[in-house]
């Protein structure tokens, strides 16, 4: 599969479904790759953000990838997260992602030495040196607390095994500039972590969105995405205002930091696709919060309904 011509669209970061005592649930995976999958979604990416990859351990990590291999069975492009403080570690992740059928790697910048850009491009090109997989850049600085700038990703570029870059910064701006500056180069794709600036980047140039919430409604961001390849103007304002209306109503509550995993997995609940357990740090919502967020999933998914049967 030649990921440099081919994928794009919408690549859910998908969730990592989890017992109470933090082992993968392997039947909500399972159904969830299937949610997915049905959806219509361009591809998987696990071991994401949303994936919660920092607080898993080692076994859960190997078990997700090899059961997304298994499950997959080559429908949909794998993307595997092998972002980790140690390099070793990262090798030992990228392994596996080959043995069991994943087309790519994603790596954020390890996240706890101090570290300039000199040395991220230094630990990029050789973690791409040294995998098997086509490797793609995520650049996440609110938990890395190191922006993978410009300058180094047009250098990155160069190296043969580094395909392209993931943009979680939430910048706009940012994003343009790296469409601006690959505009001659297709073959580096460009993906969106937002999905509140989804439609937004579509038309700056970006290749598709690695979007939270398509764990929830994929086909919504597929319909998206779907529309802006179409050219359908007013229908793509419509999903992105749906888009928005879930952002509000799903992942705002100010009294967690991780508002945004907590009303994701809670809502995920509803639907039965997932336990709602994190992995420590991060807790679920109590019960009297989960019947507070109820009725407004409730309203999100009426507007999604209303957008499929009109």
């Known amino acids: ?124 090109q050789k973690l791409a040196d040294s995998a098997e997989l086509p490797l793609f850049l995520y650049d ?47 073959e580096f794709k460009i993906f969106v972590g937002p999905e509140e600036i989804l439609a937004e980047t579509l038309e700056m140039g970006g290749h598709g969105g690695v979007t939270g919430g398509a764990n929830l409604f994929p086909k919504l961001y597929v319909a998206l995405y779907e529309a802006f390849e179409k050219k359908e103007t007013e229908t793509v304002k419509k999903l992105q205002d749906t888009i928005l209306f879930l952002s509000k109503n799903l992942y705002n509550n100010d009294t967690y930091r991780s508002c945004y995993l907590k009303g994701l997995k809670a809502a995920m609940t509803f639907e039965g696709l997932c336990q709602g357990n994190f992995a420590p740090p991060i807790f679920p919502y109590s019960e009297a919060e989960k019947a507070e967020l109820y009725p407004k999933f409730i309203e999100v998914k009426k507007r999604v309904q209303e957008f499929f049967m009109s």
Do not use: W
Not at 44 to 51: A, N, R
């Open 1 to 124: 599969m030649n990921l440099t011509k081919t994928l794009r669209g919408i690549i859910p970061p998908m969730i990592t479904p989890l017992n109470p005592d933090f082992t993968l649930d392997l039947a909500h995976t399972e159904k969830l790759i299937e949610h997915l999958i049905s959806g219509g979604v361009h591809g998987i990416f696990i071991l994401g953000t949303t994936g919660e990859f920092a607080g898993l351990s080692s076994e859960v990590k190997r078990d997700l990838i090899r059961l997304t291999g298994r499950q997959v069975k080559g429908r949909v492009p794998i993307l595997v997260g092998i972002t980790d403080c140690s390099f070793i570690e990262s090798l030992d992740l990228a392994a596996i992602a080959k043995e069991s059928g994943a087309n790519a790697l994603v790596a954020a910048a390890p996240f706890y030495m101090n570290i300039g850009q000199d040395e991220l491009i230094a630990y990029y």
């Open 140 to 186: 996440m600085p609110s938990h890395t607390k190191i922006n993978i700038e410009l300058e180094t990703a047009v250098e990155l570029s160069k190296h043969p095994n580094i395909i392209g870059i993931k943009d979680s910064s939430g910048n706009p701006g940012n994003f343009r500039a790296l469409c601006e500056a690959f505009q001659d180069q297709p």
